[in-house]
């Protein structure tokens, strides 16, 4: 379904998300930037099939200096699923938690909603800080806390355990080059000729990339760049936020 990578970025955070989706879901809505309750602002893309309810995605970034992103679970062996009627998006999560001021306030709002309504997922929330997991398994919750370190995350509709094997070629491309952004975007780009079905940039004959999401997070400002790969020749658009505060004042200082 989707490879994640975080980095630290000079003073602050950088994300960057592949999108895997089958080759019949429509094409994703541009980003677009939205006011929120807060005051603030975010930006994220809209997945078009959730638009007409609730503007749902697999990715957003704050004014706050808040990124948050969500892969589909794909445990092995499958769980029970109530009846497709019964089930909520999991793109409506992120623009429901987007509002929060940083990575913990986000999996606080999340441990308070009702979960028997979503299917199998993965919520990764980062700031300048903190980079954090929740996953959902139709179980429990179970949240993960790391320091700011090159870090990857893959799932797959195949089941997630089959995407693993993208984790050793991030920490040979990334932790072995000084964790740079240029590593990172060539790991995103990455296929291996004879396992594209578990390449980064994945194919198979039912599935393939989609987009690729990069966000920077530093005492400029927030930048979401976004590369739609649905068509031969990509599209890419690039918003920009401005600084978070808690950023700015370092800057300052």
């Not at 541009?30 to 503007?55: T, Y």
């Not at 959902?136 to 990857?152: G, Q």
């Not at 599935?207 to 920077?216: H, L, M, Q």
Request: glycine share 4%.
């Amino acid at each position: 379904m989707c490879t994640v990578t975080v980095i630290p970025s000079g003073a602050a955070v950088r994300m960057v998300a592949s999108r895997d989706e089958l080759r019949s879901r429509p094409r994703a809505l541009p980003p677009r930037e939205v006011k929120l309750s807060s005051g603030g602002h975010a930006v994220f893309p809209v997945d078009p099939i959730s638009v007409d309810d609730m503007p749902g995605t697999w990715i957003a970034a704050s004014d706050a200096g808040l990124v948050l992103t969500l892969l589909n679970g794909n445990p092995s062996p499958p769980v029970d699923l109530p009846p497709k009627d019964a089930l909520q998006s999991r793109g409506t999560l992120i623009p429901n938690l987007i509002d929060q001021p940083d990575a913990h306030s986000a999996i606080k709002a999340l441990i308070s909603v009702a979960f028997d309504c979503f299917a199998p997922f993965r919520l990764i929330a980062v700031d300048s800080s903190i980079i954090i997991d929740a996953i959902w398994d139709r179980s429990e919750l179970t949240v993960s806390h790391h320091r700011l370190k090159p870090i990857c995350f893959a799932s797959s509709g195949l089941g997630d355990e089959l995407v693993q094997v993208r984790l050793p070629l991030f920490a040979q491309l990334c932790n072995n080059r000084q964790m740079s952004p240029e590593a990172q975007d060539e790991f995103h780009a990455h296929r291996w000729p004879d396992r594209p079905h578990l390449s980064v940039m994945m194919e198979r004959d039912d599935a393939r990339t989609v987009s690729v999401t990069s966000v920077d997070v530093d005492q400029s400002g927030v930048t979401l760049r976004y590369t739609d790969l649905f068509d031969a020749v990509p599209i890419v658009t690039e918003h920009h936020l401005p600084a978070p505060a808690r950023l700015t004042s370092v800057r300052s200082a």
